[in-house]
């Protein structure tokens, strides 16, 4: 059983659904040749795609090309559905930070044939997450950092204010089509940058505040 853990709490949350948001920074958008969207576009991982701080991401023998994607992640605290934006910010229980790993050729060749991403997106040890902060520690989840160093260069670097789409837009919007549990997270998207994690590689993700001060932070390692 996955768990996520909320720093100052002794209570892990059982994981349910893992919802990850594409193309939500317009940069990513453009380097990845694709659309800015109109509407929120997402679509969902395994639990048993979850590791933790120290463990190991595994690369599928049918893939060549394994990408870094960092991103905050949202753990949700209150579930609901058809939830009001103004109202959303209350059913986050912590802010995280994570990695949604993919093959990129994998995923490339499904979109070719117009197949489903869940093998490029959703195999075991592809969501990487770190603890979460206490969501009444942070005063405005659009004014934070996102930082990833490989082997301790800087690839991916931006801020949650660059967000399309806001927190509170995206909890209302997929709670329109799915009913939101306690210990369900979101994955709000990553900033440009994403480029190849190569076997040997140690990958180190931070969520800064506005000061620099981390708020989060996970490191890992290919293999």
């Not at 949700?76 to 939830?83: A, H, L, Q, S, T």
């Not at 709000?188 to 620099?212: I, Y």
Request: hydrophobic share 40%; net charge negative.
């Amino acid at each position: 059983m996955a768990t996520a853990h909320l720093i100052g709490s002794t209570e892990p949350l059982e994981i349910r659904k893992i919802f990850c948001i594409g193309r939500n920074y317009a940069d990513h958008a453009k380097e990845m040749n694709a659309a800015i969207p109109e509407a929120p576009v997402f679509f969902l991982k395994p639990s048993t795609a979850i590791i933790g701080e120290g463990e190991v991401i595994r690369i599928p023998s049918i893939s060549k090309d394994l990408h870094h994607e960092i991103e905050m992640t949202v753990l949700i605290g209150r579930g609901g559905k058809n939830i009001l934006k103004g109202n959303a910010l209350n059913h986050v229980a912590g802010y995280g930070i994570g990695l949604d790993m993919t093959l990129r050729d994998v995923q490339s060749d499904a979109k070719k044939k117009g197949l489903p991403w869940t093998l490029a997106k959703g195999f075991d040890t592809s969501a990487p997450i770190s603890h979460f902060v206490p969501a009444d520690e942070i005063s405005d989840p659009h004014t934070l950092e996102v930082k990833l160093d490989v082997n301790g260069a800087t690839r991916q670097h931006s801020t949650t204010s660059n967000f399309i789409f806001k927190i509170d837009e995206l909890i209302a919007y997929i709670s329109q089509f799915f009913t939101f549990e306690r210990g369900d997270i979101i994955f709000t998207g990553t900033p440009e940058g994403v480029a190849t994690a190569a076997s040997g590689d140690r990958l180190e993700a931070r969520l800064l505040s506005p000061t620099q001060t981390v708020l989060a932070s996970l490191r890992v390692s290919v293999q």
